[in-house]
C-alpha cells in the first residue's frame, strides 16, 4: 500500500459528493460561499493527546474530526468540509486505513461535512493527524473569544471533568469500575455542540469551547478580553459517575475542573439574557450552567465550596519547550 492506494482506496470515496473538491484530483478544492468562513485547525499526535495503543482506527479518525468540531461550534459556524493530513507509521496497512476511513465517514455524515483535500506522508514517528475544518457563518455574526464584558455570566454546557476520568481510566491509573468506565466514551468521542453553538451567537458576547480544562479555558476567554473573573468549583456540572469517583476518593474537584479534554463550550452571557440562553441550549437537549462571572481587572480566582479565601485559577493544559540552552 502507498500514498496514491491510500488517496483512491480510501480517501476519494469521502469527497465522492462534494464538487468542490474535483475528485481531490487537484491540488486544491475550490470553495464558493455568501457566507463567512470560519477556518481552524487542531492536531492528534499518539502518545500526547490520547495514550498509544488504545484507540483503534475508528476512534482516531473520529475523535480528531471532533474536536476539530468543537472549534466552529464556539465560533457559532455550520460544518462545510475539511482538509486532512495524515502522518503514518510503517506498520500502517490497509486494514487500518479502511476502519480509519470509515470512521471519518461516519461521521461526515453526521455533522454534514465533506473531505475536500490534504495530506498523506510517512513518519519514523508516531501517528498524527491534522485537520482543518471550514464552516460557514452570517458574515458578522461568528461568535469571538475577545468579546467578554464585565458583569457577564459565564455559562458551560454539559458536564465537566469525565472526559478526564475516562483518560485515567484507558491509561490504567483509575480501576476498572462501572462508573468511571462509563465516561471513557467522553474521552474517546467528544460531542461537538454545534447547534448549540450556532443558536447562542445571537445571545453570547463570546465563546470557546473546553480543551485544555474548564479554569485554563476561562482564563484563555478572559485573557483575550483583557479580563478577570470569578469561578464557583461548588456550581461546575458534573456526571454521576464523576461524582462517584470523587466520592471515592479517586479524584478531586479541582482536578475535574483542569483536566482538560470536555469538548463543552463556555460563553459569556449578558446577565439579563442567561435564562433565554440555558432555554435556547434545552432546545438542543444540552444543560448549561453558571459557574462565574466576569469581572474587572485581569485575575482569575476560584472560590472553593468549602468557602475559603477565594485563589488564584491554576492547571490545565498547555504544550511546552525546554528553554535553548544557554
Known sequence: MDEHDILTRFLRPLAADFTPARGLLDDAAVVRSREALAISTDTLVEGVHFP???????????????????????????????????????????????????GLRHDQEQFGLHLAGGDTVRTPGPLAVSLTVIGRV?????????????????LVTGTIGDAHIGRLQLEGRLPADAGA??????????????????????????????????????????????????????????????????????????????????????????????????????GSAVTMTVIGEVTDGEEVTILAPDGGAPRTARGGYVHAWAKPAG
Not at 493530513?85 to 506498520?91: G, I, R, V, Y
Not at 470569578?230 to 454521576?240: D, K, N, Q
Not at 483542569?258 to 434545552?282: K, M
Open 52 to 102: 498509544s495503543g488504545t484507540l483503534s482506527a475508528e476512534q482516531v479518525a473520529r475523535r480528531a474530526l471532533r474536536v476539530n468540531l468543537s472549534d466552529l461550534a464556539a465560533s457559532g459556524a455550520a460544518p462545510l468540509c475539511y482538509l486532512l493530513s495524515l502522518q503514518l507509521p510503517p506498520a500502517t496497512d490497509a486494514a487500518w486505513m479502511a476502519a480509519f476511513a470509515a
Open 138 to 154: 452570517g458574515r458578522g455574526e461568528a461568535l469571538p473569544r475577545a468579546a467578554a464584558k464585565t458583569g457577564d455570566a459565564l
Open 181 to 282: 468506565g462509563k465516561l471513557v466514551e467522553r474521552f474517546l468521542l467528544p460531542t461537538p455542540r454545534l447547534a448549540v453553538g450556532r443558536k447562542l451567537a445571537a445571545l453570547a458576547h463570546a465563546a470557546i469551547d473546553v480543551s485544555d480544562g474548564l479554569t485554563a479555558d476561562v482564563r484563555n476567554l478572559c485573557v483575550a478580553a483583557g479580563k478577570g473573573a470569578r469561578i464557583r468549583l461548588a456550581e461546575v456540572p458534573l456526571s454521576a459517575g464523576a461524582r462517584s469517583a470523587m466520592s471515592r476518593g479517586q479524584v478531586t474537584l479541582e482536578a475535574l475542573a483542569t483536566g482538560g479534554d470536555d469538548y463543552e463550550l463556555l460563553f459569556s452571557v449578558p446577565r439579563q439574557a442567561v435564562r433565554e440562553a440555558i432555554d435556547t441550549a434545552a
